[in-house]
């Protein structure tokens, strides 16, 4: 299907680009799923968060299980020492994110996350920084996630100077997590994620982990701060277990691991088909011996939203340009999935005379 409008600069500027939407997806060249579940760990976690006492591997179990046949497994790593590490939860997720890149994650068609406390949030903060990536992710699965703070971080931060406790702090001024909650709520390539959220019902003892902050049995996340923002119409599911026991079931029968397959078939992949159109615009003008030229050009692009159709990629190019003098060659700077091609060109006109209008 091609669809074509009117973008004349005195030379005629072509915009083309691929939309997605439902349909029949084309083979791919390359053997990848077209899903693949991501986890990210927490806090001081790392690859062996997931197991279990009984040496059951969460992602091991979701990748020989057939009702996953469609998805690749991939288990994230970032770092966090166990004790006063350096890191922001911004460079940590920008961290997250390159590693998911080197992994091949973003060329998967899906993408969907299980989340462990302190990783549901960079989880976020990675998304937002990345929209042209969040745009291939419909849910996120969140277990024991702190979108409220933790008191425990309110506790590690007296003797523990790592700026993640102070992001993850506990408090009605906490502005780190209040901004991102704003920002996840009012941009639009994240704000259609789905939010699925598990909570603690068991407290932690002093110990491993963040238990070592503790000196009694204590509820590391409550269940307000887990279940903040999260899907409305989906219930929080409470899980019997402590903050470390709740990503790591024993069997598929466990709680974690069957919360997870519920949200994953309620949200199964979408077929897609790949659309390129071009997009043609007038309107432009330029005065004789001036240069027309926009480092950044906004062109809409119009998208079907009842087909849920996103903007994937986008070129330009000049037609038409006997009337020209010196064109340099139009470049799409950046795209937003939600429709919007962000153009660089610049063209004079070919002879003297009045201003020339198009």
């Known amino acids: 299907m091609v669809v074509r409008s009117n973008f004349v600069v005195l030379c005629v500027l072509f915009l083309s680009y691929v939309a997605v939407g439902p349909g029949c997806f084309p083979a791919r060249a390359d053997d990848l799923k077209p899903r693949v579940v991501v986890f990210v760990h927490g806090l001081h976690g790392d690859h062996d968060t997931w197991r279990a006492s009984n040496g059951a591997y969460w992602p091991q179990l979701i990748q020989t299980d057939p009702h996953f046949q469609k998805s690749d497994v991939v288990v994230a790593e970032y770092p966090t020492p166990s004790r006063h590490g350096q890191l922001s939860t911004v460079q940590l997720s920008e961290i997250l994110w390159q590693g998911l890149k080197r992994q091949g994650v973003w060329e998967h068609r899906e993408v969907v996350f299980i989340a462990h406390s302190l990783g549901g949030i960079l989880t976020e903060e990675m998304l937002l920084r990345h929209p042209a990536d969040a745009v291939h992710v419909p849910f996120i699965v969140s277990y024991a996630t702190p979108h409220q703070g933790s008191f425990v971080a309110n506790l590690a931060k007296i003797y523990d ?51 070592k902050y503790l000196r009694a049995h204590s509820r590391v996340v409550t269940y307000y701060s887990a279940t903040y923002g999260c899907d409305v119409d989906t219930p929080p599911q409470r899980i019997v277990a402590d903050h470390l026991d709740i990503v790591k079931p024993a069997n598929r029968s466990a709680a974690p691991y069957t919360f997870f397959a519920q949200v994953y078939r309620d949200h199964p992949i979408v077929d897609v088909v790949e659309f390129v159109r071009d997009n043609k615009l007038s309107g432009l003008s330029v005065a004789c011996n001036r240069t027309n030229s926009s480092d950044d050009l906004q062109v809409p692009i119009a998208l079907d939203p009842s087909l849920h159709e996103q903007l994937l990629s986008a070129t330009a190019e000049f037609v038409d340009t006997d009337k020209t003098r010196d064109p340099v060659p139009p470049e799409v700077k950046k795209i937003d999935p939600a429709g919007i091609a962000h153009v660089f060109y610049s063209a004079r006109p070919y002879i003297s005379g009045p201003d020339i209008s198009t």
């Open 161 to 211: 100077s790592d700026p993640l406790l102070t992001d993850l702090r506990e408090s009605n001024d906490n502005s780190f997590l209040m901004d991102l909650e704003e920002r996840w709520r009012s941009t639009q390539s994240v704000s259609r994620i789905h939010r699925l959220c598990a909570c603690e019902t068991l407290d932690t003892a002093a110990g491993a982990g963040v238990g």
